[in-house]
């Protein structure tokens, strides 16, 4: 499968809980299967107060860090303020993640907007450009030619990407492309604001253009005003340079581990929506804190399939799936972090210098061969 740990662990029904038989004569979808044993739980119900709380301290932390800008003034001590920026701004970004998958409210306008809100004008991202792209990426992870997050200017994740025609000193770049992962992810945050500024002021069809442009306007230009009025030309431009390179380091290190590395799902093969999510998804081992720094991200295999399902909810969502996943014999795999950024590493340096499938999931290829899931 991959360098990381499939978990066959499995867990018992808790006492009392209620299970749902097959009705006779009729075959029962194994996704399906799971979710009622999901329902059953109570883990799809809405956790207002958690989320409540979260969505009152972002604009009150907010006020605490410009605060705390204009308290140090045009220091070089700024530089530990841009880092703090860099990390409320991410953990804004995730939360803005979890209302676009419908997670907070019931409402959809609800969480439309507490995305807009968090997204164009907190974090200066566009919320339409992300669920557009994000979107894609769920219904087809991993696979060649329908997930964006695998169809980037400079990673190459596929062979066929390495294949393509390129000038002496990118293919020499691609060859060592492990090398430059992490540089590549500080320039990150610059790449997110400015594809979402491209997607709003495209013609491309987009929802509330106009508020999202509004937001956009009001949070970029007034986040620069503010640097700059408060510091000098060279302790803003640093300021911004590591905040940008810090959000963009952490946001890529929260998103990178879960599916790099991972299977890739040929055009032409076609999976049940269990397997497809399951097979191509890596969750990262740790406790609470790394619950909350990776925002639930960690749990990408019950995020996968369980979308709307509320943050808190996953880490006792894991144990359910896990279960089943063994019931089926479908590989659920895990690692710790910093083993899932050697994993990434070495795949993507592989894919660079040539491999042509450098972790083939045996499962995967059993279904190529006809042998089926």
Known sequence: MTEAHVVIVSHPVAPGARTRQREPGREVNDYVALSWRI?????????????????????????????LFLLVGDSW??????????????????LGHDAA???????????????????????????????????????????????????????????AQVAARRPPIAAWLIAHQGWFFFPVLLLEG????????????????????????GFLLVRIT?????????????????????????????????????????PLVPPGLKLDFLRRQVLTSRNIRGGRVLDFAMGGLNYQIEHHLFPSMPR?????????????????GVPYTQAGLFESYGIVLRYINRVGLGEKDPFECPLVAARQAGEGL
């Open 312 to 328: 808190p909810h996953l880490r006792s969502a894991a144990p359910i799936i896990h279960s089943a996943c063994v019931d089926l």
């Open 222 to 262: 007034g986040y620069l005003v503010l640097v700059f009025l408060v510091l000098s030309p060279g302790t803003a431009a640093a300021f911004l340079a590591v905040q940008l390179g810090l959000f963009g380091l952490y946001m890529g290190m929260s998103f990178a581990p879960n599916h790099k590395g991972m």
């Open 101 to 159: 998958h419908r997670q907070i409210f019931r409402s959809g306008k609800w969480n439309d907007w507490t995305s807009l809100v968090l997204g164009n004008l907190f974090v200066g991202m566009s919320y339409g450009w992300w669920q557009h792209k994000h979107t894609r990426h769920h219904a087809n992870p991993n696979k060649e030619g329908a997930d964006p997050d695998i169809d980037l200017p400079v990673i190459a994740f596929t062979p």
């Open 77 to 94: 001590w700024q530089l530990g303020v841009a880092a703090l920026f860099a990390v409320v701004f991410t953990q804004t970004a995730f």
């Open 39 to 67: 329902q059953d739980a109570g883990l799809m119900r809405r956790r207002y107060g958690y989320y409540w709380i979260k969505l009152i301290a972002v604009p009150v932390v907010f006020a605490l860090c410009v605060g």
């Open 190 to 213: 610059v790449s997110l604001h400015a594809s979402s500024v491209h997607r709003v002021f495209m013609r491309e069809k987009l929802t509330r253009r106009w508020v999202e442009a």
